[in-house]
């Protein structure tokens, strides 16, 4: 909720539109981020299935995508953790077999983005 | 006109379902409340309710059924007890808040440890604060209408609040009496369908149910929760005259009994009330002026209504079925509020009685009566009836 309202004017039984979540962006929460590296990846959709919060995208590639060995992966792959929900729990960097995700600290990935 | 049947408090309970006839209806087995769920699902089997009745492995989850289909537009009744009521405890506390009108037939009985299945108040008063209102019943009869009575209060567009029936394990939902069942369509059109003023599982308008709320409207939310709470009385009234129309009966927040001239007055709860009622005849014949009364609307209180029946009385005892450990027991808790306001306030004395099923006499009520008739009265601490040492 946005707008701040009296008791007389909330909605009866604790009501919001839909899908309020996302209007509510969790990655403020992160202290650790997710480094993915394409290069290393297989695009085997482990990481996708285990986020919680469902922050890692999908999206269909007809050229394909450049992944682990220098390999091409067609059709549906991951793309960028999507950051504004991404809650830095790990859970994609302990699952992935193909070791594409390495967590490091929030202030360390600001701070290199800032040299950038 | 009604037809007399033969049947206990819990079949009771059941014929009011019936008639209500509940679009869901979820519970989960617990002693002494099973004979209501038992006799409520051969009305399923046999067709003679249009209820979906819903099996389910908990407590915990029988709650959470009724919630969900609430939440979608249905009416959903349950049944519990004690420890089924405590497994429940997260939901039941949750219910509330989030407006939706369960009714839950609850029959009392004594909280583990020590395990126990029979009577006491120990369940339903762990959950008088979060915001249920609360029905009590002296008898099968009772049961019966407060049942009927409370689908109407909870639902009224101005409450939208759960509502738990109390009877006493045992001693009204196991015992055989009289009850008048009154006729099914006059009932039937008393209890009407649930009308809803929100469309809930409308996917056109959809809506998150329950969702997160922070510093910034918590507070907005609970005190419109105690502004329905506050509506309860004036609904309770126009049901309950609504309900007279059918049975011919009062439904008044509590009950007295020959308490106009009375020196003494016991207040109890429940099955008790019944067995004080022959204790007050009994000392009424030997010319000694005492009466009862009888709490029956327990959720929301009635400070202001109790406060005027009992302002002229010198001396009143308070019988509690539960203790509220290291504090007042909670009946006379709620009591000695109602009165404080009283410029000259009557005497007190609190009473524990009947926990676990501890059976309570007519003479045992006497001895009351004499004690709270002498004045012997002990302010600062809770006495006790029928306990050994």
Same mark, same amino acid.
């Given at each position: 909720?946005?707008?701040?309202?009296?008791?007389?004017?909330?909605?009866?039984?604790?009501?919001?539109?839909?899908?309020?979540?996302?209007?509510?962006?969790?990655?403020?929460?992160?202290?650790?981020?997710?480094?993915? #590296?394409?290069?290393?990846?297989?695009?085997?959709?482990?990481?996708?299935?285990?986020?919680? #919060?469902?922050?890692?995208?999908? *999206?269909?590639?007809?050229?394909?995508? *450049?992944?682990?060995?220098?390999?091409?992966?067609?059709?549906?792959?991951?793309?960028?953790?999507?950051? #504004?929900?991404?809650?830095?729990?790990?859970?994609?960097?302990?699952?992935?077999?193909?070791? *594409?995700?390495?967590?490091?600290?929030?202030?360390?990935?600001?701070?290199?983005?800032?040299?950038? | 006109?009604?037809?007399?049947?033969?049947?206990?408090?819990?079949?009771? $309970?059941?014929?009011?379902?019936?008639?209500?006839?509940?679009?869901?209806?979820?519970?989960?087995?617990?002693?002494?409340?099973?004979?209501?769920?038992?006799?409520?699902?051969?009305? +399923?089997?046999?067709?003679? +309710?249009?209820?979906?009745?819903?099996?389910?492995?908990?407590?915990?989850?029988?709650?959470? $059924?009724?919630?969900?289909?609430?939440?979608?537009?249905?009416?959903?009744?349950?049944?519990?007890?004690?420890?089924?009521?405590? @497994?429940?405890?997260?939901?039941?506390?949750?219910?509330?808040?989030?407006? @939706?009108?369960?009714?839950?037939?609850?029959?009392?009985?004594?909280?583990?440890?020590?395990?126990?299945?029979?009577?006491?108040?120990?369940?339903?008063?762990?959950?008088?604060?979060?915001?249920?209102?609360? !029905?009590?019943?002296?008898?099968?009869?009772?049961?019966?209408?407060?049942? @009927?009575?409370?689908?109407?209060?909870?639902?009224?567009?101005?409450?939208?609040?759960?509502?738990?029936?109390?009877?006493?394990?045992?001693?009204?939902?196991?015992?055989?009496?009289?009850?008048?069942?009154?006729?099914?369509?006059?009932?039937?059109?008393?209890?009407?369908?649930?009308?809803?003023?929100? $469309?809930?599982?409308?996917?056109?308008?959809?809506?998150?149910?329950?969702?997160?709320?922070?510093?910034?409207?918590?507070?907005?939310?609970?005190?419109?929760?105690?502004?329905?709470?506050?509506?309860?009385?004036?609904?309770?009234?126009?049901?309950?005259?609504? @309900?007279?129309?059918?049975?011919?009966?009062?439904?008044?927040?509590?009950?007295?009994?020959?308490?106009?001239?009375?020196?003494?007055?016991?207040?109890?709860?429940?099955?008790?009330?019944?067995?004080?009622?022959?204790?007050?005849?009994?000392?009424?014949?030997?010319?000694?002026?005492?009466?009862?009364?009888?709490?029956?609307?327990?959720?929301?209180?009635?400070?202001?209504? !109790?406060?005027? %029946?009992?302002?002229?009385?010198?001396?009143?005892?308070?019988?509690?079925?539960?203790?509220?450990?290291?504090?007042?027991?909670?009946?006379?808790?709620?009591?000695?509020?109602?009165?404080? %306001?009283?410029?000259?306030?009557?005497?007190?004395?609190?009473?524990?009685?009947?926990?676990?099923?501890?059976?309570?006499?007519?003479?045992?009520?006497?001895?009351?009566?004499?004690?709270?008739?002498?004045?012997?009265?002990?302010?600062?601490?809770?006495?006790?009836?029928?306990?050994?040492?």
């Amino acid at each position: 909720m946005s707008e701040r309202k009296t008791w007389q004017e909330v909605e009866l039984g604790i009501e919001l539109p839909a899908a309020t979540s996302l209007a509510y962006k969790t990655g403020g929460w992160r202290v650790l981020r997710p480094i993915f #590296d394409p290069s290393a990846c297989t695009h085997c959709m482990i990481c996708v299935g285990y986020c919680p #919060d469902m922050a890692i995208p999908v *999206a269909t590639s007809e050229a394909g995508v *450049a992944g682990k060995g220098g390999r091409v992966f067609k059709g549906v792959v991951r793309v960028a953790t999507n950051l #504004d929900y991404c809650k830095g729990c790990g859970i994609c960097a302990h699952e992935c077999p193909s070791k *594409a995700i390495t967590m490091i600290r929030e202030e360390e990935a600001e701070q290199a983005s800032c040299k950038l | 006109m009604g037809v007399r049947k033969a049947i206990t408090g819990a079949q009771a $309970a059941a014929e009011a379902m019936r008639q209500i006839n509940p679009d869901v209806v979820v519970a989960y087995p617990i002693t002494p409340q099973t004979p209501i769920v038992e006799e409520f699902a051969k009305y +399923v089997a046999d067709g003679v +309710v249009d209820t979906e009745m819903v099996p389910v492995e908990s407590e915990h989850s029988a709650m959470s $059924a009724a919630v969900g289909a609430e939440t979608a537009g249905a009416r959903a009744m349950s049944a519990t007890s004690s420890q089924g009521l405590a @497994l429940m405890w997260e939901v039941v506390a949750a219910t509330p808040g989030l407006r @939706l009108p369960i009714v839950v037939s609850l029959v009392n009985r004594a909280l583990s440890a020590p395990i126990n299945i029979h009577c006491d108040h120990s369940d339903v008063m762990g959950v008088t604060t979060v915001g249920w209102v609360q !029905i009590f019943s002296e008898n099968a009869q009772e049961v019966y209408e407060n049942t @009927l009575l409370a689908v109407r209060v909870a639902e009224d567009s101005r409450v939208q609040l759960p509502v738990m029936v109390n009877q006493d394990g045992f001693i009204t939902s196991h015992a055989v009496e009289p009850v008048e069942i009154f006729d099914d369509a006059l009932v039937e059109k008393f209890v009407g369908v649930r009308s809803l003023d929100r $469309a809930l599982l409308d996917v056109e308008h959809a809506k998150s149910v329950g969702p997160l709320v922070l510093p910034d409207h918590y507070f907005e939310f609970k005190r419109a929760q105690e502004e329905a709470m506050s509506k309860v009385f004036e609904v309770y009234r126009e049901v309950g005259t609504e @309900l007279s129309a059918i049975t011919g009966k009062q439904y008044p927040f509590f009950e007295t009994y020959h308490t106009d001239d009375a020196e003494a007055v016991v207040v109890v709860l429940n099955s008790a009330a019944g067995t004080a009622k022959a204790a007050v005849d009994a000392m009424r014949a030997q010319g000694k002026r005492v009466g009862l009364l009888k709490p029956i609307l327990f959720r929301p209180f009635p400070y202001a209504e !109790i406060r005027e %029946a009992l302002k002229d009385i010198p001396v009143i005892g308070v019988l509690d079925r539960s203790m509220d450990f290291g504090a007042c027991a909670p009946v006379y808790s709620e009591f000695r509020n109602a009165l404080w %306001a009283l410029g000259k306030r009557p005497a007190m004395q609190s009473y524990i009685y009947g926990l676990g099923g501890r059976d309570i006499m007519t003479t045992e009520i006497e001895a009351v009566f004499e004690e709270l008739l002498s004045g012997k009265l002990d302010a600062e601490h809770q006495r006790y009836i029928g306990l050994r040492g």
